[in-house]
């Protein structure tokens, strides 16, 4: 059986030589790229099942890097999980919004937790064929089978998180999901991440929402539903 790989994109050789020490001790096959545009060289070279990629890089940003990743056909299923020195929560939004599918603030902390949440990404790179029923409501329809979903039958470009947390408020209209509930259904219950995450996977959803954006309802205090018809 073959390992894992991973694509270290990060310039600052310290953390890469730990990372890779560790990733290779935890079983996996690692690559690294110390700038932008030999990421997506090696990208395309080795095809990663996860890109631990770095905000801030030479020749091409972390952002770019990630778009272009996503806009590949060979690499746009790839994970990618953002390090970033910067914290904010637009910094944050900014890295969802062109594809990230997790994203850590550095200082790194912890490697074991950097490397729990790698293993909590690979354990959800396939959505759920629990319930292969599309489901419709107020205009907009969530396909599990097909991985689609679309508002007033145009589809809209969601990403991984973006799209459970719509298919799990959508299944249960009126009903208020706390944070942690969102967390644990949009991105993995193996997820380690503050639950206030969840804020930002919902902007950047009823952005993409556009004028349906008011289904999404906060509910005060607890967290978020989607409107009853």
Do not use: W
């Amino acid at each position: 059986m073959s390992k894992t790989k991973v694509l270290i994109v990060e310039d600052y050789r310290p953390l890469v030589e730990t990372l890779e020490y560790q990733l290779k001790r935890a079983g996996y096959e690692v690559y690294r790229a110390a700038d932008g545009r030999e990421a997506l060289n090696q990208a395309k070279l080795y095809l990663p099942d996860v890109v631990v990629l770095d905000v801030d890089l030479p020749v091409l940003s972390g952002v770019e890097v990630c778009k272009q990743l996503r806009s590949d056909a060979t690499t746009k299923d790839t994970l990618i999980l953002m390090l970033s020195a910067l914290g904010e929560e637009s910094d944050q939004v900014v890295g969802f919004a062109v594809g990230a599918d997790d994203y850590v603030v550095k200082p790194v902390e912890s490697y074991k937790v950097l490397l729990q949440r790698i293993k909590a990404l690979l354990r959800r790179r396939e959505p759920s064929m629990d319930d292969a029923d599309a489901i419709s409501r107020c205009g907009v329809t969530v396909d599990r089978r097909r991985f689609v979903a679309t508002i007033e039958g145009e589809a809209v470009k969601l990403t991984k998180s973006e799209f459970r947390l719509l298919d799990t408020l959508i299944r249960q209209p009126g009903r208020a999901f706390d944070r942690s509930e969102l967390v644990d259904a949009a991105l993995g219950e193996d997820t380690m991440v503050l639950e206030r995450t969840i804020d930002v996977h919902v902007r950047a959803l009823r952005k993409k929402m556009n004028a349906h954006a008011d289904l999404v309802e906060t509910v005060r205090g607890i967290g978020y539903r989607f409107r009853e018809e």
